[in-house]
């Protein structure tokens, strides 16, 4: 029988997370989220403005210029793991809450989503150029517990990064939640609402990293994102990901699009804007290769899809 949960029960938090303190907004403006299993509104959630996303640039701007980027890298990672351990200690509570908030199984929440964020935020400490990076979401958040999250918070915060977080405003609550757990004050400061555009043109955020939605939105981030000053951008954009399955493979399958070569399913693959992932099936280790070579995507898995271990490059 599944369990069935009162949403209001796991609301925690609703304001916005600046400098370590939760405030409303200075507009005093919010908008509702539901549950969407039952359509019952779970909260009333502060929406940021221009003048919060000021507040949390000055905030985050200020602390970039403090411990956190100059503190040994070493000692980022204890702190980093710290919390790791706090985020393993409140998974169940962490995967119920995301069950009410957007309506994923708990099982689902807790492996995918929590587990690999305890992971990732256990590293293996690098020090590289420091930034102050805002990280926009805009669909991301409607599958993963907070945006891309192993890809993102925990590598970042390592490399000794400040972070102002926008949220989407379909399913906030959880990284307010995870939020909470985040005790440096000035790291980390998350803004939920719709004022992404205006964070992305701030002068004083130097990279805007994993916006995830459509391509649409995607160019209008990219313009964006260059009015005051030249930034770095990272965009997870349309997901049209080809799975190639070789026929030598066993068992049943489902052909969306059928081939005869190798170089015409790499062509194929290659006929789209798009080139987040890939996969390939097969029992050959050369087929593999030509094939994760030839296609034109961020990341290629061979005989898996979407597993990705912890150390791979961020």
């Keep these: 029988m599944p369990r069935r949960f009162s949403s209001q029960v796991f609301?925690?938090?609703?304001?916005?997370?600046?400098?370590?303190?939760?405030?409303?907004?200075?507009?005093?403006?919010?908008?509702?989220?539901?549950?969407?299993?039952?359509?019952?509104?779970?909260?009333?959630?502060?929406?940021?403005?221009?003048?919060?996303?000021?507040?949390?640039?000055?905030?985050?701007?200020?602390?970039?210029?403090?411990?956190?980027?100059?503190?040994p890298a070493a000692d980022r990672g204890r702190l980093l793991n710290k919390l790791a351990d706090l985020f393993e200690e409140k998974i169940d509570e962490?995967?119920?809450?995301?069950?009410?908030?957007?309506?994923?199984?708990?099982?689902?929440?807790?492996?995918a989503d929590f587990g690999p964020l305890c992971s990732r935020l256990t590293v293996t400490m690098l020090d590289g150029p420091k930034r102050f990076v805002a990280l926009l979401s805009r669909s991301q958040d409607l599958?993963?517990?907070?945006?891309?999250?192993?890809?993102?918070?925990?590598?970042?915060?390592?490399?000794?990064?400040?972070?102002?977080?926008?949220?989407?405003?379909?399913?906030?609550?959880?990284?307010?939640?995870?939020?909470?757990?985040?005790?440096?004050?000035?790291?980390?400061?998350?803004?939920?609402?719709?004022a992404g555009p205006y964070l992305a043109q701030h002068p004083n955020v130097d990279k805007v990293a994993f916006f995830t939605g459509s391509t649409e939105v995607g160019y209008q981030i990219m313009r964006e994102s260059h009015v005051n000053n030249i930034k770095r951008v990272t965009l997870e954009l349309g997901g049209k990901s080809?799975?190639?399955?070789?026929?030598?493979?066993?068992?049943?399958?489902?052909?969306?699009?059928?081939?005869?070569?190798?170089?015409?399913?790499?062509?194929?693959?290659?006929?789209?804007?798009?080139?987040?992932?890939?996969?390939?099936?097969?029992?050959s280790i050369d087929n593999a290769i030509k094939i994760s070579n030839g296609i034109q995507t961020g990341t290629a898995y061979g005989n898996g899809y979407s597993v990705c271990e912890r150390l791979r490059r961020f």
């Design 11 to 71: 609301v925690k938090q609703t304001n916005l997370l600046i400098n370590g303190q939760f405030v409303p907004s200075i507009s005093g403006k919010t908008f509702k989220t539901y549950n969407p299993a039952t359509e019952e509104k779970i909260a009333d959630v502060a929406e940021a403005g221009s003048s919060d996303i000021d507040a949390a640039v000055a905030v985050a701007r200020a602390a970039f210029k403090g411990s956190w980027r100059t503190l």
């Design 94 to 111: 962490l995967a119920v809450f995301k069950a009410v908030d957007n309506g994923k199984p708990c099982a689902e929440a807790k492996g």
């Design 143 to 194: 599958h993963c517990a907070i945006p891309s999250p192993s890809l993102s918070l925990g590598p970042a915060l390592a490399a000794g990064n400040i972070i102002v977080l926008k949220l989407g405003e379909q399913t906030p609550l959880s990284a307010l939640r995870v939020g909470e757990l985040i005790v440096e004050a000035g790291v980390v400061n998350i803004v939920p609402g719709v």
């Design 242 to 283: 080809a799975n190639i399955i070789l026929e030598e493979i066993f068992g049943p399958v489902m052909s969306v699009f059928k081939f005869k070569t190798i170089d015409q399913v790499i062509e194929r693959a290659n006929d789209s804007v798009y080139g987040l992932r890939a996969g390939v099936v097969t029992k």
